[in-house]
Nanobody, 115 residues
Framework: QVQLVESGGGSVQPGGSLRLSCVASGNIFRIGNMGWYRQAPGNQRELVAT???????EYGDSVMGRFTVSRDNAKRTVYLQMNDLKPEDTAVYFCNAVINFVNRWGQGTQVTVSS
């Protein structure tokens, strides 16, 4: 069974930093895009960042310049370094990956930015 497991969420003050990690496990023969989405209460799920694994990266407009996505293919892991966090970054962050040609989601990790 294929799984995506996130870690690294938590609470931080405005201006702080967090690093999220997401590891893919199970019977995997191909991983395509890996990345992150987020969903705040009452809002739709939105793109944070995605990495194709071939050097192509896309960021959501609201995080560009503050967040950095990276991946380690050997470890089947995608990371999200979040700097200069703002209260509006508060959301549940979901790992997303195309594994064995199927779009999959992690269970989500809460990020709360508050003073």
């Amino acid at each position: 069974q294929v799984q995506l497991v996130e870690s690294g969420g938590g609470s931080v003050q405005p201006g702080g930093s967090l690093r999220l990690s997401c590891v893919a496990s199970g019977n995997i023969f191909r991983i395509g895009n890996m990345g992150w989405y987020r969903q705040a209460p009452g809002n739709q799920r939105e793109l944070v960042a995605t990495h194709t694994g071939e050097g192509s990266i896309e960021y959501g407009d609201s995080v560009m310049g503050r967040f950095t996505v990276s991946r380690d293919n050997a470890k089947r892991t995608v990371y999200l370094q979040m700097n200069d966090l703002k209260p509006e970054d508060t959301a549940v962050y979901f790992c997303n990956a195309v594994i064995n040609f199927v779009n999959r989601w992690g269970q989500g990790t809460q990020v709360t930015v508050s003073s």
